[in-house]
């Protein structure tokens, strides 16, 4: 089994580390209704994906009190 022969030092380590920060989401407008949305996702707003409707939206039903 390999062992390294010499300590890595701080500066060495950190600067590896330097790039495992985790970046801003690729949020795009929706084609539809202008919301930002994840790419190659369904809108959850308007539930449309290139232009088409995927997901029909749910309504709430309210009730009436008469």
Do not use: W
Not at 17 to 33: E, F, M, T, V, Y
Not at 61 to 66: A, F, G, P, R
Request: proline share 6%; hydrophobic share 25%.
């Amino acid at each position: 089994m390999a062992v390294p022969k010499r300590r890595k030092s701080k500066s060495k380590v950190r600067t590896k580390r330097a790039h495992h920060a985790i970046g801003k989401p690729n949020l795009n407008p929706c084609s539809n209704c202008g919301s930002f949305v994840l790419s190659h996702r369904v809108c959850p707003y308007c539930g449309f994906y290139k232009g088409k409707l995927v997901v029909a939206q749910k309504v709430k039903k309210t009730t009436e009190d008469n």
